[in-house]
Structure formats: structure tokens, C-alpha cells
């Protein structure tokens, strides 16, 4: 059965989290991009595009998604507080939420899971309002719960026991740069790196992920920026543009790793008076929200 990737608006927060981290998930090429070294700065590959061109990637960035791909072999589980911003380009508008993120990578039996839950929102220029919207995987189902509308909708991604893959690159639904196989990121994008300058965030290392013309129609993002703990090799912000010219900043803060996570983190319970929706897998995959 396939699969059909989901927005990276619509679900940045299964993006993120991206945990994973979903999760959907950068940067302007002129002045939203003001981190961005110049050209003679990044160190960066060429545009090969199998798992045997991770050679003609810089020593410098193919170290840095080994570290990644370790430490998302390292940590089993993943909880954090997350803000989230995006700003549409063509229209001026804006968006931000907070709220938390959680995350368990699951082994050969139980499948991956996320979940994310936004608390606050503020609106353009607007107040912070209470914005609660959550966001779950099971492993089987993302439930989508907008509880301002009282609805929840269930989208279907895998049958009953069919393990998938939510976050990996070119399998699963939700792809982020989290945790991934070096190989796949090096096909999929052309990786970069610099050092650190004064706006970075402290004792972070920087990854610019250009997406490779090949696969524009198979990612959502055109462009990412990742800012990554020195130490743990953990995303701890996350910037993306899109093909609408979306550009969306995601920050995890007081990130815990390899901590129990309740099992009922990544349900959405159903209270009395929700309009509950049910999308299940068809002869095509699932549908996308």
C-alpha cells in the first residue's frame, strides 16, 4: 500500500518533531535567509544523486549527518517544548503557536510515534489566544484534533500490522530531517555547512539542506536550515521554506531524551460533542489532510 505525504503546513508539527518532530518541514533566498553565509563560506557538495555520492559531499557535513543518523539511533524517545512560526511570503500573513512535542522510535514490534500539541496561537499582529490543536500518530493513524471547531479528523497510513516508517525520507509520510539515514539525506538534498557566526543559537552547529531538483515534487520544502546541538546532535531549531513560499521556524527547548512516555500521549481521546471524521486507507494510501 502507498503513501501520500501530507503538507508541511498542515503537519509541521508531526514534522517536527520531529522528532522528530514533525513533523511538515527553509529559508528565503534574500533577507528571511539573514543567517545564511555568503556562497564562500559553505562548505558544500556537488549534486550527485545515489547513496555512493555521499563522497563527493564535504568531510565537514557528512560528519554532521552521521551524527545525526547516531543520534537518532541513540534516542528512543524524545519530549520537548516547541514554538512554531510561519510566515507566508506572498501575503504578508503570520502565524505562531507553542505547546510540546513528544516522540517514541519504537523497535522491530511496535512502530513509531508522535505526538504534537499546541497550546497558545497568535495571529499576525494579534494577541496570544488560547489555540489548543493537536496532532497524534500511533503508528497506524494520525488524528488531527482542532478543538476550537470541536472536530477530529483520523487519517489512516498503514493497515494493521504494516510497520512504517512516519519520519524516514522517500518512505513515510511525514519526512523530516531527524534522525535520518545519512545515505538518504545526501539523495535527497545537497548538504552545507559553515561556522558558527553570532545569531546562531549557543553551542549549536549549522546544516543547510538544499533539495535536489529531482525530488522537488516529492518534498514539501524547497529549502531547510538546521541548528544542532554540539553535544547531542539534536535539532534545536529548524527552518524551512516551501513551494508557496511559506517559510516556517520550528525551536525545541528543554528537549529530554530516553524518558518513559505514557502510551496514552499518542492517543487523542474523543470527548462528547466532537464531530469525528474517519479517513481510512484506501487502494491508493492514505489520504492526505
Given at each position: 500500500?502507498g503513501?501520500r505525504?501530507?503538507?508541511?503546513?498542515?503537519?509541521?508539527?508531526?514534522?517536527a518533531?520531529?522528532?522528530?518532530?514533525?513533523?511538515g518541514?527553509?529559508?528565503?533566498?534574500?533577507?528571511?535567509d539573514?543567517n545564511a553565509?555568503?556562497?564562500?563560506?559553505?562548505?558544500?557538495a556537488?549534486?550527485?544523486?545515489?547513496a555512493?555520492?555521499a563522497e563527493?559531499?564535504?568531510?565537514?557535513?557528512m560528519?554532521?549527518?552521521?551524527?545525526?543518523?547516531?543520534a537518532?539511533?541513540?534516542h528512543?524517545?524524545?519530549k520537548?517544548d516547541?514554538?512554531?512560526?510561519?510566515v507566508?511570503?506572498?501575503l504578508?500573513?503570520?502565524?505562531?503557536?507553542?505547546?510540546?512535542?513528544a516522540?517514541?522510535?519504537?523497535?522491530?514490534k511496535?512502530?513509531?510515534?508522535?505526538?504534537?500539541?499546541?497550546?497558545k496561537?497568535?495571529?499576525?499582529?494579534?494577541?496570544?489566544t488560547?489555540?489548543?490543536?493537536?496532532?497524534?500518530?500511533?503508528g497506524?493513524?494520525?488524528?488531527?484534533?482542532d478543538?476550537k471547531?470541536?472536530n477530529?479528523?483520523?487519517?489512516?497510513?498503514?493497515?494493521?500490522?504494516q510497520?512504517?516508517?512516519?519520519l524516514?525520507?522517500?518512505?513515510?509520510?511525514?519526512?523530516l530531517?531527524?534522525?535520518?539515514?545519512?545515505?538518504?539525506?545526501?539523495?535527497y538534498?545537497?548538504?552545507?555547512?559553515?561556522?558558527?557566526?553570532?545569531?546562531?543559537?549557543?553551542?549549536?552547529?549549522?546544516?543547510?539542506?538544499?533539495t535536489?531538483?529531482?525530488?522537488?515534487?516529492e518534498?514539501?520544502?524547497?529549502?531547510?536550515?538546521?541548528w544542532?546541538?554540539?553535544?547531542?546532535?539534536?535539532?534545536?531549531?529548524?527552518?524551512?521554506?516551501?513551494?508557496?513560499k511559506?517559510?516556517?521556524?520550528?525551536t525545541?527547548?528543554?528537549?529530554?531524551?530516553?524518558?518513559a512516555?505514557?502510551?496514552?500521549?499518542?492517543?487523542?481521546?474523543?470527548?462528547?460533542?466532537?464531530e469525528?471524521?474517519?479517513?481510512?486507507?484506501?487502494?491508493e494510501?492514505a489520504?492526505?489532510?
Amino acid at each position: 500500500m502507498g503513501t501520500r505525504r501530507i503538507s508541511a503546513t498542515g503537519s509541521i508539527a508531526a514534522a517536527a518533531a520531529a522528532a522528530i518532530v514533525l513533523t511538515g518541514l527553509f529559508a528565503p533566498a534574500a533577507a528571511a535567509d539573514a543567517n545564511a553565509p555568503a556562497a564562500a563560506a559553505i562548505t558544500t557538495a556537488s549534486a550527485p544523486t545515489t547513496a555512493s555520492a555521499a563522497e563527493a559531499v564535504s568531510e565537514d557535513a557528512m560528519k554532521i549527518l552521521r551524527e545525526l543518523e547516531a543520534a537518532g539511533d541513540k534516542h528512543h524517545t524524545i519530549k520537548a517544548d516547541v514554538d512554531y512560526e510561519v510566515v507566508d511570503l506572498v501575503l504578508g500573513n503570520s502565524e505562531k503557536r507553542t505547546g510540546w512535542v513528544a516522540y517514541s522510535k519504537g523497535d522491530d514490534k511496535t512502530p513509531a510515534r508522535f505526538r504534537v500539541s499546541f497550546e497558545k496561537c497568535k495571529l499576525g499582529v494579534g494577541a496570544w489566544t488560547e489555540g489548543k490543536k493537536d496532532y497524534a500518530f500511533d503508528g497506524y493513524w494520525l488524528t488531527v484534533a482542532d478543538h476550537k471547531i470541536k472536530n477530529i479528523t483520523m487519517y489512516q497510513h498503514a493497515a494493521v500490522g504494516q510497520k512504517v516508517e512516519p519520519l524516514r525520507i522517500g518512505k513515510g509520510p511525514f519526512p523530516l530531517p531527524f534522525g535520518q539515514k545519512a545515505a538518504d539525506m545526501v539523495k535527497y538534498f545537497i548538504p552545507s555547512t559553515r561556522p558558527p557566526v553570532e545569531s546562531d543559537p549557543n553551542g549549536t552547529i549549522y546544516l543547510r539542506l538544499l533539495t535536489r531538483p529531482q525530488y522537488d515534487e516529492e518534498l514539501p520544502t524547497t529549502r531547510m536550515e538546521m541548528w544542532i546541538d554540539a553535544k547531542t546532535y539534536l535539532p534545536v531549531r529548524l527552518k524551512s521554506r516551501d513551494k508557496n513560499k511559506a517559510v516556517t521556524t520550528v525551536t525545541f527547548k528543554d528537549i529530554l531524551t530516553n524518558k518513559a512516555v505514557d502510551e496514552g500521549v499518542f492517543r487523542i481521546p474523543h470527548p462528547f460533542g466532537y464531530e469525528v471524521i474517519r479517513q481510512p486507507l484506501g487502494k491508493e494510501g492514505a489520504v492526505a489532510p
